[in-house]
């Protein structure tokens, strides 16, 4: 596949695509589980997950709006293509052995509009996971977890709590 998408300078670069690098919000559990799916998969295009708006997102792509990455799954090609929305998750798909028929139905005019389906209820729920972390704090059930309030995700074991200031274990339990 010869893909073209707009490059960081803004202008239209066709170009093979040999590698992919998707920035994802690290602190959203659904794009934490999305990219460990995606790591899982057998790749034809090697897929590189960047956590947006990190230093090393900022580093290696100056020219984004990175405030934007984390509203929006981004995914920039080897040669400064940027895909973003929809497009983002045909190209992620194109990159994968098993589903690179899913990507090329899904670019078609109206499997565009079924792209932009999923990706609209994506947002929808990250929304709402988001709205109640802010109203009711991290909680167990789906909420959102942050960093900054002491939660740590392992793939092997999940979502770990440890209250601020209590990182060598000697807080008294509740």
Same mark, same amino acid.
């Given at each position: ?5 707009? $490059? ?17 919000? %690290? ?40 405030? %934007? $990455? ?28 098993? !589903?690179? =028929?899913?990507? !090329? ?12 389906? %999923?990706?609209?209820? %994506? ?7 988001? !709205? ?24 092997? $074991? ?14 008294? =339990?509740?």
């Amino acid at each position: 596949m010869n893909a073209t998408g707009t $490059t960081a300078t803004g202008g239209n670069a066709p170009a093979p695509v040999r590698r992919l690098t998707v920035l994802y919000d %690290a602190e959203c559990s659904l794009c934490a589980f999305l990219r460990d799916w995606l790591l899982r998969q057998p790749q034809l295009v090697p897929l590189e997950p960047v956590p947006a708006g990190s230093e090393e997102a900022r580093r290696r792509f100056p020219g984004l709006d990175h405030g %934007a $990455t984390l509203d929006e799954i981004t995914v920039v090609g080897d040669a400064g293509q940027v895909y973003r929305g929809p497009a983002a998750w045909v190209v992620t798909l194109w990159a994968l052995r098993e !589903h690179r =028929p899913l990507a !090329h139905r899904l670019s078609t005019p109206s499997g565009a509009l079924l792209a932009k389906g %999923a990706v609209l209820a %994506a947002a929808k729920w990250r929304g709402a996971q988001a !709205h109640r972390g802010q109203r009711g704090g991290a909680q167990w059930g789906g909420q959102m977890y942050r960093r900054a309030d002491g939660w740590s995700y392992a793939p092997g $074991t999940g979502w770990t709590h440890t209250a601020p200031g209590c990182s060598d274990g000697s807080c008294a =339990p509740r």
